[in-house]
């Protein structure tokens, strides 16, 4: 409880600090406390030399007191200028940050708009932006690039369309409808705006992964700086195509790329 009155607040002014006047105050309270006794014990008031002399003699201890109250003063308040520069660092420093985070998302979306007109296919650039730099915050902006895109890429593929399809009953048809729930689901994951999009049959499916690889490697590309040694060939080699890669050897073996059961129209 009485911790708070020896705080230093640099959210207010001096003044308005406890410790000023108690730093200022208690020096000279304990300086009369001491001549008190002195004064009480007759004293006469006598402005000749030899009275200010004897009341140097007889008060110099008290006076010592009393002067460590403007010295006690002086440094309370260049503790409390030294906090209030720390803490207008710290808020600039801060709102720094959150500009500098606000400028690298901005420019990446509007980098990303170029990207998704160019290949047809809506990007959500917000959610592509934490997938990539998920370590960029708004106290800490972070250029690099997250070191668990490719990972986070393969779990969200195999969770959200390609067990779906594993699962599918192998007596009958892949149905065109299943591909068609599926699949906007993993890309809208992803960052990808998919829901628009009717898959027929499986060129389909392949052409809008090849895009997503190369749209994620132009996104990818925009992480790029001096700390990362990565480049656009090691991306186009990684486990995004990989992943395409594997998917198709086992569209082959499970008869995924034969035609698509739709129950309205028949086969495609």
């Not at 186009?236 to 034969?258: M, R």
Request: aromatic share 14%; net charge neutral.
């Amino acid at each position: 409880m009485m911790k708070k009155y020896f705080k230093i607040y640099e959210s207010k002014s001096l003044q308005e600090n406890a410790i000023f006047w108690i730093s200022t105050i208690t020096p000279i309270v304990i300086s009369i406390a001491l001549g008190l006794p002195i004064i009480l014990n007759g004293l006469n008031f006598d402005f000749s030399a030899e009275g200010y002399t004897f009341f140097l003699n007889e008060f110099k201890f008290p006076l010592w007191i009393s002067s460590s109250s403007l010295i006690l003063g002086v440094m309370v308040g260049r503790f409390h200028g030294s906090a209030q520069r720390a803490a207008t660092l710290k808020a600039t420093k801060e709102q720094n940050n959150f500009s500098n985070y606000l400028n690298h998302r901005d420019h990446f979306q509007k980098y990303m708009q170029n990207v998704s007109d160019e290949f047809d296919l809506k990007v959500d650039a917000f959610r592509m932006y934490g997938i990539l730099f998920s370590e960029s915050t708004p106290e800490q902006v972070m250029i690099k690039l997250s070191v668990n895109v490719t990972n986070f890429l393969e779990s969200a593929f195999e969770s959200h369309f390609w067990s779906k399809m594993k699962n599918s009953s192998k007596t009958q048809p892949y149905q065109m409808e299943e591909v068609n729930t599926y699949f906007p689901r993993f890309a809208r994951e992803i960052g990808i705006n998919a829901e628009k999009l009717t898959l027929n049959n499986y060129a389909d499916l392949k052409a809008v992964l090849i895009k997503i690889r190369e749209i994620y490697r132009r996104a990818m590309d925009y992480g790029f700086n001096r700390t990362n040694q990565a480049s656009s060939a090691e991306i186009e080699e990684s486990a995004i195509s990989q992943l395409i890669g594997e998917f198709d050897s086992w569209a082959v073996k499970n008869s995924f790329k034969e035609a698509w059961h739709n129950p309205n129209n028949g086969f495609f």
